[in-house]
């Protein structure tokens, strides 16, 4: 195996097949420092606290663990209806010089199994025996991929569980549910899980698995349309799965689902929620080997700050907005505004307005209503109330996760919020102040190099940290794309096979024009990464307005195997 240098706290263990992969990350549990392992094609992704052990010291105690875990074993097969109209079907076909018709025909013939999950929630990455099916990504990856997209790309075929960004060569769709939190578990396709896909017809409306998990049926089970149901309510239609959600899909839970006590008559309701206004706190890590991202604040800098200064935990939920936004107060409290910086004004329910300052805890009456201006500096604001935000936790989170639909929804106009009363401390009036980046800006970000620099020229390692990138506005919560004059050139042709990603990675598709992750990215990905940003640069990035110019520094403190150098072969 080879060691590869991932972030400051990751490493990325490469191994010589899929089936090495899987018995390496079964061999890893329970070892200490880990905070979680997410397998790849030909990967190990290895998350560590710094503060518990030391790469050094954790790359030899990897390298020493034998492993004697056996393969995945076969488990249910699940049956998935297909519509074969993928918008990249006849490229596929061309590329692979057969007709569209021996693609489809191939597809359905082959049997394919689950190898592992990742990406995002619920989506598994799915191989066979029929060697057609090894197709490059796309060029570019597009910006939207539509729920229910059966796509091929690496050897791999996928199902998009909802609309997301994406690489994938996309050949057909299908409704199958691949991800519902009412469901135990939530995905439908665990590693190990047979997939057999069909022809949809008229009645395959429906797909999907009993309230068990396949790989609890048995080596032997089948799970079909026609098993199904009509009034089984884990087994719906896309459409009718987000019938009352918002745009995104996601549903917004109310006061009383909360699970937490909140206080009594305290509550924000959403007059203008900007362009996009959601729950945050420090997230859920621990999950990514099953497709969920840690998520959280994309400012947790900010989100620390604000709770100190009306006296709450550090993770507590707060709200992350990004652009002008209004907010309604229901009963008494204390509130602060965090992150970006622009005007801030509170008028109370007689019209009478009084002055607020950044960064200072402020006292709040019923009726008041607090009006953000777009940022002058900086991209979200974080506004935090004392006592937090008593909204459902999932997965141990009130984050919402864009990417992956975990979580409370983005917030819309007239949703109210209930507070919370998780306080533990006085106020803090003394603000801790910080200078963000304006529009045209230049920032300084740091970087470690690695895990895939060797797919790189050497002059592209130069450009990387020599030229100035451009924030453009294809940028989210998701990641960030970045526009540079000279692209970044690749040494190396073809495509990287799937593997473990972390916050901050600066992933390179083929175009030459970075993308860098952000809190809420895919776990998984095949475009290499040639860099990642250090811990402390990662909430500056977060900040990020489009139209800002970033230039990378190679961080002298690099996480590193024992040799000393990016990577080290066992």
């Known amino acids: 195996m080879r060691i590869l240098t991932a972030s400051q706290a990751a490493l990325l263990i490469e191994t010589t097949d899929l089936n090495e992969a899987v018995r390496l990350n079964a061999a890893w549990a329970g070892v200490p420092g880990v905070i979680e392992r997410v397998p790849g094609a030909r990967t190990v992704l290895v998350r560590f606290d710094p503060r518990q052990v030391t790469a050094e010291r954790l790359a030899e105690t990897l390298r ?10 076969p488990s249910a097969e699940v049956t998935i209806p297909v519509r074969y109209d993928g918008d990249d079907l006849d490229d596929v076909a061309r590329e692979l010089n057969i007709s569209a018709d021996e693609l489809v025909g191939r597809h359905l013939a082959a049997g394919w199994q689950v190898a592992f999950t990742g990406f995002a ?68 396709l665990a590693p190990g899980t047979r997939v057999r896909f069909v ?8 797909v999907g698995a009993s309230s068990k998990s396949p790989a609890s049926e048995g080596p032997a089970s089948e799970i079909s349309a026609s098993e199904i149901p009509d009034e089984a ?64 604040a994309a400012d947790r800098t900010a989100l620390r700050d604000a709770n100190r200064a009306v006296g709450n935990p550090p993770g507590a939920a707060a709200l992350e907005s990004v652009g002008a936004v209004a907010l309604r107060f229901r009963g008494e409290g204390v509130a602060a505004v965090t992150g970006a910086t622009g005007d801030l004004s509170m008028t109370d329910a007689r019209g009478d307005e009084r002055p607020i300052a950044h960064g200072i805890p402020f006292a709040t009456r019923d009726g008041d209503e607090l009006v953000l201006g777009s940022p002058a500096r900086g991209l979200r604001y974080t506004i935090a109330v004392r006592g937090g935000l008593a909204v459902l936790a999932v997965l141990g989170s009130r984050s919402s996760d864009t990417l992956g639909g975990v979580g409370p929804a983005p917030l819309a ?25 304006a529009p045209g800006d230049l920032v300084d970000l740091d970087i470690t190099v690695g895990p895939r620099d060797d797919w790189f020229t050497d002059d592209a390692l130069r450009v990387l940290t020599a030229q100035e990138w451009r924030v453009t506005s294809q940028s989210d919560r ?29 992933q390179v598709p083929s175009d030459g024009q970075p993308v860098l992750f952000l809190a809420d990215h895919p776990v998984t990905g095949g475009y290499p990464i040639i860099a990642a940003l250090t811990e402390a640069s990662l909430d500056l990035a977060g900040q990020l307005p489009p139209g800002a110019r970033v230039r990378f520094r190679v961080n002298a403190e690099r996480a590193t195997p024992p040799a000393g150098s990016a990577a080290l072969t066992a």
């Open 413 to 437: 106009a007239g949703d109210v919020v209930a507070v919370g009363a998780d306080a533990i401390d006085a106020v803090d009036v003394f603000p801790w102040e910080r200078m963000l980046p």
């Open 233 to 296: 309510p884990v087994e719906r239609r896309v459409a009718a799965r987000h019938a009352d959600a918002g745009a995104d899909g996601l549903v917004v839970p109310t006061a009383s689902d909360a699970g937490v006590a909140p206080a009594a008559g305290r509550a924000i309701e959403v007059v203008r929620p900007g362009l996009q206004l959601l729950v945050q706190d420090l997230g859920r890590p621990g999950y990514a080997a099953q497709g969920v991202s840690a998520s959280g």
């Open 199 to 206: 022809r949809a017809s008229a009645r395959d409306q429906v």
């Open 64 to 73: 020493a663990t034998a492993s004697d875990a056996r393969d995945v074993p």
């Open 121 to 188: 929630p619920g989506f598994g990455y799915l191989v066979c025996d029929d060697p057609l099916f090894d197709v490059p990504r796309r060029p570019s990856p597009r910006t939207r991929v539509p729920a229910g997209s059966v796509a091929l790309a690496g050897g791999f075929t996928g199902v998009y569980p909802r609309e997301s960004p994406g690489g994938w060569q996309l050949i057909g769709r299908t409704d199958a549910v691949l991800w519902d939190l009412q469901r135990d578990p939530p995905a439908l």
């Open 478 to 506: 998701v990641g960030m794309r970045l526009q540079g004059d000279v692209p970044l050139e690749r040494a190396r042709a073809g495509e990287l096979p799937s593997e473990g990603v972390v916050t901050g990675a600066i």
